[in-house]
């Protein structure tokens, strides 16, 4: 029986389930891809823990621990443990550590038959290997899929498995209209994910990755990934006005509640200025009201003559040397082939 694991690259790559026992506020700062929490101790338990440890040393916080956690309760934590160990028995335990916590939770499932490896290091040893995967970025080739909005770049990069679909891992599509459903992660949590799926492509050469700002969402890129983006090749996905439009539409706008694009708009009222943004805002009303999709059609376009297309243009002409081909989804296909090997998934 493993007691412990220290292969931290496997765990992160195989995207092995795993029970953090941490307390519920720890595990919302940031958490591993495939975890669930079960804690230990709740918030106010650990806080109660941690003051003793404090105040009177390791023994009597242990002391403190046991009797907050004893008889029905503890069987009660014991119980939610077995049951997700059930459905997924080659799970792994982790605190922060992988000290205290994680071993006492071995132990008292030792009790009922039930032998658990636990992560060595814990969640602090899984946070430093993906710094350290951040830190290798450079020893394969990216390659950069730019385009104006609504080329469809994020459907391109998805018929790849020799890809990096940040947007994805960041819960947010890129832009003022990105903001999806479900909050995005922590910065640690984003970091994570992303290390791991570095981790399951690491095996390709070559691999291609959006054309994204520093920023997504609210989410940074990690510095050595961007900084690699911004030295490798680019190409720039062409589409027809009518098909961006209508793409834009399908992603961003239909079955979107009317007041998230009316607030969406409201955030880059500044710089669309005043008179274009009242004249977007009423185009965007009235199709809202009229519920036609070629109103809907009318303030896209909009938006696209006065707001993405100048800021795309002006980016990209900051990385004119970098651009290798430029084409739209057939012809960029049959590039990628000819000079990098790249075949669709």
């Known amino acids: 029986m493993v007691v412990a694991r220290t292969d931290y690259n496997t765990i992160l790559r195989e995207n092995v389930p795993v029970i953090d026992v941490r307390a519920p506020a720890e595990y919302e700062r940031g958490r591993m891809p495939n975890s669930t929490n079960i804690p230990i101790l ?12 404090k105040q009177q040393g390791n ?46 939770t071995q132990q008292w499932l030792r ?18 290997c993906s710094l350290d995967v951040f830190g290798q970025v450079n020893r394969r080739r990216w390659i950069v ?26 819960l947010h599509r890129g832009s003022a209209f990105g903001q999806l459903e479900t909050p995005q992660p922590t910065p640690v949590s984003f970091e994570l ?32 990934l961007y900084e690699a983006m911004q030295t ?18 399908e992603y961003y706008v239909r079955n979107t509640d009317p007041h998230k694009l009316l607030n969406a708009l409201q955030r880059i009222q500044k710089r669309l200025g005043r008179e274009r943004y009242a004249i ?11 519920e036609l999709d070629s109103r809907h059609f009318e303030w896209i376009a909009s938006l696209f003559n006065w707001y993405y297309d100048p800021m ?5 002409k900051r990385k004119l040397e970098r651009i290798v081909f430029k084409g739209d989804a057939t012809a960029v296909r049959e590039y990628l082939i000819d000079e990098f090997q790249i075949n669709p998934a």
């Open 312 to 316: 795309y243009e002006y980016q990209l």
């Open 145 to 170: 899929i730019a385009g104006s909005t609504g080329v469809g770049k994020t459907e391109f990069l998805n018929s790849y498995s020799k890809s990096i679909d940040l947007e994805a891992i960041a």
């Open 232 to 249: 490798a090749p680019i190409i720039v996905l062409e589409d027809s006005l009518e098909s961006r439009i209508r793409l834009t539409y």
């Open 280 to 290: 977007v805002k009423d185009q965007l009303e009235k199709a809202i009201r009229e």
């Open 193 to 224: 994910a992303l290390a791991q799926r570095l981790l399951q492509t690491e095996h390709f050469r070559s691999c291609l990755i959006e054309d994204e700002s520093r920023t997504i969402g609210r989410l940074a890129i990690p510095s050595q």
């Open 59 to 104: 023994e009597s916080a242990v002391k403190l621990g046991f009797s907050l956690v004893s008889g029905a309760e503890k069987n009660r934590r014991v119980d939610l443990w077995s049951r997700f160990l059930r459905t997924n028995p080659n799970a792994l335990l982790t605190c922060w550590r992988g000290g205290q916590r994680s071993e006492i």
């Open 42 to 53: 709740d918030d106010n338990e650990r806080a109660r823990v941690g003051t003793a440890y």
């Open 111 to 128: 009790e009922i038959g039930i032998d658990v490896p636990r992560i060595a290091g814990g969640f602090k040893a899984i946070r430093q």
